[in-house]
């Protein structure tokens, strides 16, 4: 005889153990009915964000090299690159030539390089640097949603824009730059946790559950209270129904997309396998126009020549790979690529052949781009202009942030990022 289902068995056994997937509540369930609606969807024109955050505080001295700028080989005696080693950008600033695998983006006019990147005051703590950056908000009494986030709640708000969902691919909790306050993102690290088990326990428990909501409708019908079901939680048990249904319903429309790898082979690490996977989702026809996810490992206080080389390594042969598959797939023109750490690194080399907490950086751009190559002034390095041993930074942040959203994602920036941070023209306009 089957076990009678009430509000506590469901949350206990039911749909809580369903999905393996780490969620906020309903962002499961609003993800799969994005997936489920996905046909209904004109995707080919709507642009695409991928995120990429180098967790740890990337060298960018090391990355972006200025190695004929006076400074450098100063503060660089054992740690300094050679011109002869780097890819060139200019005549004094060359890239890491673990980054090689990047050429082609840059001499096809798909990458950008902004120098000089950061915000006021900066933050040399791993979380406060990350929160900055994810919330897009310097008040640390401000950090209830992310900019992303709040960029998914406002396309919910207005008619004349597209909806923008998002999906977070990767180990870590949900991040800070994905929090928002109508829109439920999921956070998965393989695409087999979209799907849900083979056995026929949630349609069971939707078959209780409609059960038990027509229960409860006939009761308040015949205004006999006493016949309510035991336990019932009306907003609940709603919510448990339309979770159920369409995790039911999505879960067999995920069988029928097409995920399939294709033919650009993709290194076998942690970021090439999230970046195939995001591959294999916007090549399905999925609704969704934001992923995030990250690679971890810089924070390089020692030893740092042969780990640094290693982790851009992985980051461009990840990334030349994906640009590559987009191409092959006509989906260059949607998708742009966002490469950014929480801060850079201090131009001195510290005593254990490695480098310590900075603050401006490098960001890297791939994508339809306006502006290509260098954007922006290397900071300087002369001793006079450092701030505590840090180059200082002359482009916020939050300008590129701006560019992202009005020129690629089509929203405005002043409702997500409030007033003052002009777009820089970095991509060409949706």
């Given at each position: 005889m089957m076990t009678p289902i009430n509000r506590r068995s469901l949350l206990k056994t039911g749909l809580a153990g369903a999905p393996l997937i780490s969620v906020g509540a309903g962002s499961f369930p609003l993800f799969l009915q994005s997936t489920a609606n996905a046909a209904k969807w004109d995707t080919k024109g709507e642009?695409?964000?991928?995120?990429?955050?180098?967790?740890?505080?990337?060298?960018?001295?090391?990355?972006?090299?200025?190695?004929?700028?006076?400074?450098?080989?100063?503060?660089?005696?054992?740690?300094r690159?050679?011109?002869?080693?780097?890819?060139?950008?200019?005549d004094e600033i060359g890239l890491h030539a673990s980054l090689k695998p990047l050429e082609k983006s840059l001499n096809d006019g798909r990458l950008s390089v902004i120098q000089g990147v950061g915000y006021p005051n900066p933050d040399r703590s791993h979380f406060r640097s990350m929160d900055i950056w994810e919330s897009a908000r310097l008040d640390p009494n401000e950090l209830q949603t992310g900019w992303l986030g709040r960029a998914m709640d406002v396309s919910l708000e207005s008619s004349s824009k597209s909806r923008i969902s998002g999906v977070h691919i990767g180990s870590r909790n949900l991040p800070l730059a994905l929090r928002a306050r109508r829109t439920d993102v999921p956070s998965l690290e393989r695409l087999d946790q979209l799907q849900l088990k083979g056995d026929n326990s949630l349609t069971r428990m939707a078959a209780e559950v409609d059960k038990m909501r027509l229960v409860e409708t006939n009761s308040k019908a015949?205004?006999?209270?006493?016949?309510?079901?035991?336990?019932?939680?009306?907003?609940?048990?709603g919510f448990v129904a339309r979770t159920t249904a369409t995790a039911v319903a999505s879960s067999k429309k995920l069988?029928?997309?097409?995920?399939k790898p294709g033919t650009v082979k993709y290194p076998a690490t942690a970021l090439g396998s999230r970046l195939e996977l995001v591959s294999r989702m916007i090549k399905s026809g999925l609704d969704t126009r934001v992923f995030y996810t990250g690679l971890d490992g810089f924070d390089t206080h020692a030893n740092q020549i042969n780990v640094h080389?290693?982790?851009?390594?992985?980051?461009?042969?990840?990334?030349?790979?994906?640009?590559?598959?987009?191409?092959e797939a006509s989906q260059s023109d949607r998708v742009c690529v966002l490469v950014f750490s929480e801060f850079g690194r201090r131009l001195a080399e510290n005593a254990s052949m490695g480098t310590d907490h900075g603050a401006a950086a490098p960001v890297i751009l791939t994508g339809p781009m306006a502006k290509k190559g260098l954007v922006g002034k290397h900071p300087s390095m002369d001793p006079k202009d450092l701030n505590d041993g840090d180059v200082m930074y002359h482009t916020d942040f939050r300008r590129i942030y701006a560019d992202i959203l009005t020129n690629h994602l089509g929203l405005d920036p002043v409702s997500i990022l409030g007033t003052g941070f002009e777009p820089m023209g970095l991509i060409k306009k949706a």
């Open positions: 642009k695409i964000l991928v995120v990429i955050q180098l967790l740890g505080g990337n060298d960018g001295l090391n990355t972006v090299v200025p190695h004929k700028i006076d400074g450098y080989s100063r503060g660089r005696r054992s740690l690159l050679g011109a002869s080693t780097l890819i060139k950008l200019s015949s205004a006999k209270p006493e016949m309510m079901p035991e336990n019932s939680d009306n907003p609940l048990l069988a029928d997309l097409d995920t080389a290693g982790l851009l390594d992985q980051l461009a042969v990840s990334l030349a790979a994906f640009e590559s598959d987009m191409s």
